[in-house]
């Protein structure tokens, strides 16, 4: 399928890419149910969580070489953190509005280690921006930044040079979220008008037109093909585009709230949405069949999902403040005719076997559902998890939130 894409010709930095992804493949760990379970890290951002004042930390993202963080915030501004600085700083340091803790949750949330590191701010970037920003992600070299803001425009930064190169102007509305092909030469975006557009870095116009959505298109996410973009959307579906035809291939329902976060696996075969509705579904890309749903967030909005390198395992964060971690390859019939009941008691499913409850929260006795595909969960200081993507080692990197002190 790469080859029925336009694609620019290979440069020696391509080859250079690649040298590094295989090295990375030899030191890259095996997770499943069967060999061991990821290693999360999460950086937490202080102070950045101030609504009442408009002053928050909307979208984030990681570099593929998980060296870089760039957060887009509502004050119109992105700022980039650069990671790799080992300098160990004291741990009471929170009062400091750019300092980060790194907590490393390591299988159980009783097991946990937190340390404080310092890290630089290598990047900001302020002088075109004029509204709120909604959606960003780096170039797969690390060396450009996209993003998108309620202006309903989509701006291409440099990280060499600090400025911006190029503003790309199509959607009638505020765009949501971006995302970059993995070969880097075409992006996709998702607006408030109702369509999802596909754009080429060198032209300043969309290339296609996704419309049939009935609401917001919410999020939008590439195939590894780069072939399909996949799109989330209010009106609480799943949409498949072809990105040569223009048309939409797959239909996927199942969701009762509003998609925030779409998906797709390494292997291409796989498909996984998440939204309001605290649901997680697994979709067969192939025959556009849902395979199975699966439970354990509270009844609170998952923001994000990264799958493994090899496909078999999924990472969530969202509004109830944890990092839970899923096993996509179980039989789906273990998770049929689950119904809710009590706190304390275990239901039976479909053939005999039992789904934990626990309660949500202690004051509301609220029911949450722990599904039989759900591997363990990994809490954080009562921070929202607005971001989780695996790196090329399976390494887990997770971003969260905190209020302003």
């Not at 080992?86 to 009062?95: A, E, G, L, V």
């Not at 032209?203 to 973009?229: E, K, Q, T």
């Not at 971001?387 to 399976?394: A, E, G, I, L, P």
Request: net charge neutral; with cysteine.
């Amino acid at each position: 399928m790469k080859n029925s894409i336009p694609l620019p010709a290979s440069k020696a930095i391509d080859v250079e890419k690649e040298i590094e992804v295989i090295k990375d493949l030899r030191k890259r760990l095996i997770l499943g149910p069967q060999a061991s379970l990821p290693s999360v890290c999460m950086y937490t951002f202080h102070n950045t969580h101030d609504s009442t004042n408009n002053r928050s930390l909307n979208c984030a993202d990681i570099s593929e070489n998980a060296s870089l963080i760039a957060c887009g915030f509502s004050e119109s501004y992105i700022r980039v953190w650069n990671t790799t600085i080992n300098k160990t700083i004291n741990t009471d340091s929170s009062s400091n509005d750019s300092g980060i803790f790194l907590k490393l949750p390591i299988k159980s949330k009783n097991n946990l280690n937190i340390i404080s590191i310092e890290v630089s701010v290598v990047a900001e970037f302020i002088g075109s921006l004029r509204s709120c920003l909604w959606g960003l992600h780096f170039s797969n070299d690390s060396r450009f930044i996209l993003s998108c803001s309620e202006d309903r425009s989509c701006r291409l930064w440099s990280l060499d040079t600090g400025t911006c190169l190029v503003a790309y102007k199509g959607h009638n509305q505020p765009v949501w979220d971006i995302a970059i092909g993995p070969f880097g030469h075409y992006f996709a975006t998702a607006s408030h008008d109702q369509t999802a557009r596909l754009w080429s870095c060198e032209h300043m116009y969309p290339l296609r037109i996704f419309a049939g959505h009935l609401s917001d298109v919410d999020c939008v996410s590439f195939h590894p093909n780069s072939a399909y973009v996949a799109t989330g959307s209010s009106d609480k579906t799943c949409r498949l585009w072809d990105v040569q035809k223009g048309n939409a291939v797959r239909v996927f329902t199942g969701h009762s709230g509003p998609i925030n976060c779409v998906t797709i696996s390494p292997d291409g075969k796989l498909l996984a949405t998440a939204g309001d509705d605290a649901l997680i579904n697994i979709y067969d890309i192939g025959s556009g069949r849902q395979l199975k749903s699966m439970r354990g967030h509270t009844r609170k909005s998952i923001y994000s999902l990264s799958f493994s390198k090899e496909s078999s395992v999924l990472v969530s964060g969202g509004s109830d403040c944890t990092v839970r971690v899923w096993d996509v390859k179980r039989d789906a019939s273990n998770n049929e005719n689950i119904s809710e009941i009590s706190e304390g008691y275990n239901i039976e499913t479909a053939n005999d076997t039992l789904v934990k409850i626990t309660a949500s929260t202690t004051k509301d006795k609220k029911e949450n559902i722990e599904t039989l595909d759900h591997m363990t969960a990994l809490y954080t200081c009562k921070t929202p998890v607005y971001k989780v993507q695996f790196t090329r080692r399976n390494l887990c990197l997770a971003l969260s939130v905190s209020g302003v002190s």
